[in-house]
Each structure stands twice: as structure tokens, then as C-alpha cells.
């Protein structure tokens, strides 16, 4: 067993409000997710998403969630939100997204045949392959997928989504050592409201699973 040495980080994705926001950062959350997708129930314009964007302290990453946008589109969320990480979700290529030369994530839609590892070598630019349910239409629709379709040996970071909550992030997290977890409706009380008390449990969850981790780790290499 690898002795786990970081800490898992936490990502709280499709915000539209600032009272939203405020509470992802006074959880503990790593990054906030901002959704350009327009078929979305949490989409924002730039203009709505840079003002939530500038509530972020230092090293809380805002990320902009993008389905097969234009280089316009994305360069303008980057221009109004400098420290912008980007996420796509679509049908974009290694091309498309080194394009704006930002860093970024690619996400996985996880299904029974999906070669993961193959995917995952196509982009070997990305901060970390996300990995997250197949459903129909683009992003997970709040669905877990089967963890086990997940291969050993995956060339980048992985980040975990899909469906994940407080109550089942420790399973997802013992099950695939993840880098980082990201939810969306599982801390939601209506599609694009958050609750803070939903995203307090979670995040205290993933904390309380990283110390489960460490301290199988350091058992493991007694």
C-alpha cells in the first residue's frame, strides 16, 4: 500500500451565489466550480461568474466548466477571471484544450468499454483527468458511476465526481486514492442553490477520510 502524503483536495462546483461561495471557502474548499455550459441549471455569464470569482481568498482556485465552447467564449472568462483553471466536459481535443495555454482538467465520462487509460495518455497537458458519470446529454446528472470501472495505472491525477455527498465520499476515496473530489448536487438543497451545512459535512467528510487513509498508511509500514 502507498502511504498516502497529501491531503485529498476539495472542489464545490456550480455556484451561483455569493452567500454560496462564502460558505465553500469557510468550509475548507480548494476550488470553486463556475459553470459557461448555457444548457445548465447553475450556468452563469462572465460577467456574473468574475464578481463571484473575486469573493475568492488567495489559493481557493476558481474553475470554469466549459462544453465544447468557442476560443472566444473561453478567453473571455479567462480575461475577467485571470486565475481561471479550465474544465471541459464535451468533445474537445488535446488540441482544443491546450489551446489557451491555461492550465486544466478534462473530464471522463465513466462507462462499461470506456478505455480510460487511453483517454487519459491523449492528454498528458491536463492537471488531472475528472472522472465522472455517462449520462445522457454532458456532465454526470448527479449519478455515482461503477468505481470499478476505474484501471490501476491511470497517467494523470485523478479528480472523483458523480454523485458524490457526505455520506459516500469516504467509500469513493478508499476506493480510488483520488487527488481530489468534486461535487455539485450532492451539497444542493435545489439545483444551483447550495447548503452550507451540506457543504460543511462533506468537506469534514473528505478530511475525515484522508485521516482514515493516513493512518491505514502508517499501519501498513509498521
Known amino acids: 500500500m502507498l502511504m498516502k502524503t497529501s491531503r485529498t ?3 464545490i462546483c456550480g455556484l451561483t451565489r455569493e452567500a454560496d461561495v462564502d460558505a465553500a471557502v469557510d468550509a475548507g474548499a480548494d476550488a470553486i466550480g463556475l459553470v459557461f ?3 445548465s441549471p447553475r450556468s452563469l455569464d462572465i460577467e456574473r461568474a468574475a464578481a463571484l470569482a473575486r469573493r475568492l481568498p488567495p489559493f481557493v482556485t476558481p474553475v470554469g466548466l466549459f462544453v465544447n465552447a468557442s ?3 473561453i ?3 479567462c480575461a475577467a477571471i485571470p486565475a481561471l483553471v479550465l474544465q471541459f466536459h464535451g468533445d474537445e481535443t488535446p488540441q482544443d484544450c491546450d489551446l489557451s495555454s491555461r492550465p486544466y482538467l478534462r473530464a471522463a ?3 462499461p468499454g470506456f478505455d480510460l487509460l487511453d483517454f487519459a495518455s491523449q492528454f498528458p497537458n491536463a492537471q488531472a483527468v475528472l472522472l465522472d458519470a455517462h449520462v445522457e446529454g454532458y456532465g454526470g446528472g448527479g449519478k455515482v458511476f461503477d468505481w470499478s470501472l476505474v484501471p490501476s495505472g491511470v497517467t494523470r491525477p485523478l479528480v472523483l465526481s458523480g454523485g458524490l455527498n457526505a455520506a459516500n465520499v469516504t467509500d ?3 476506493a480510488l486514492r483520488p487527488s481530489a473530489v468534486d461535487v455539485s448536487s ?7 442553490i447550495k447548503d452550507a451545512e451540506a457543504i460543511r459535512r462533506f468537506c469534514q467528510a473528505v478530511r475525515d477520510a484522508d485521516a482514515l487513509l493516513s493512518a491505514q498508511a502508517a499501519a501498513g509500514f509498521r
Not at 186 to 192: D, L, N, P, T, W
Request: charged share 25%.
Open 186 to 192: 450532492g451539497v444542493e438543497s435545489a439545483k444551483g
Open 9 to 11: 483536495r476539495v472542489k
Open 75 to 77: 478567453n473571455a472568462a
Open 172 to 174: 469513493g476515496m478508499l
Open 109 to 111: 465520462r465513466m462507462a
Open 71 to 73: 476560443p472566444t467564449q
Open 37 to 39: 455550459y448555457a444548457k
